[in-house]
């Protein structure tokens, strides 16, 4: 009898003890719970402190700006008077016209010396050249054809023996009739043949559809007209 009362008095104090132990472990599971959840509170108080103090300083700024919008006047822009820019004149100082009825070219001609007696620019006079009035002299225009603006002389293949020109110069007119055409080849030098003792005019381009040679055409003076 004796011993089975003390069995029951270890199990009774080991379930004393477990007692314990867990109201321990239990208490200190709800007091950390506690103060999480107590944290977390603590955390979105501060967090809506923040947002609320934010919002409220957005608005008022906006306010402000809207305040300062109404009572400043709003500057009108200004109408800018247009300004026309001038079209450059480029000046040309021609001296005579080269005139062909039958390809209806009516082109001006510079002094030899002009800096802008060029082919590149415009039919060109040769430095060897004389002017209409010169008896028995040589007026050498050369030019280009082919495509482009530049390419002055383009027409000059449809032009035949007997065709007139007209160069105009000095207040008169001088009209010249095809006597010969000829090709030569392409070597940076022209062989001009001409009967020395009539007034000429001489024409000088590339060949139509033939890179390799150039044309010549030599017209003869046969009138001369006032105008």
């Known amino acids: 009898m004796k011993e089975v009362k003390k069995k029951k008095t270890i199990s009774s104090s080991l379930l004393a003890m477990f007692a314990s132990i867990f109201i321990i472990i239990g208490g200190f599971f709800i007091f950390n719970n506690y103060i999480h959840s107590k944290k977390i509170v603590a955390y979105d108080y501060m967090a809506n402190v923040f947002y609320e103090k934010a919002t409220k300083e957005a ?51 510079l002094d030899v010396n002009d800096k802008d007696n060029d082919v ?10 004389s002017y209409p009035d010169v ?37 008169k007119k001088y009209i010249y009739k095809i006597d010969n055409i000829y090709k030569q080849n392409k070597s940076g030098k022209i062989s001009i043949y001409r009967d020395y003792e009539k007034t000429t005019l001489t024409l ?24």
């Open 204 to 227: 000088v381009t590339c060949t139509n559809n033939d890179s390799k040679t150039q044309t010549v055409y030599i017209a003869y003076l046969v009138e001369t007209q006032d105008i």
């Open 135 to 171: 008896e028995k002299g040589n007026l050498i225009i050369a030019g280009h054809s082919g495509t482009g603006w530049k390419a002055f002389f383009n027409d000059l293949y449809k032009l035949e023996k007997g065709d007139s020109l007209y160069i105009t110069y000095k207040n």
């Open 59 to 109: 608005k008022k700024e906006e306010k402000n700006n809207q305040q300062n919008s109404q009572e400043q006047p709003q500057e009108q822009p200004q109408e800018q008077p247009v300004q026309e820019t001038p079209t450059p004149v480029y000046q040309i100082s021609y001296i005579g016209y080269l005139e062909i009825p039958k390809i209806n070219l009516k082109k001006g001609f």
């Open 120 to 129: 590149e620019k415009n039919i060109y006079v040769a430095p060897t050249s």
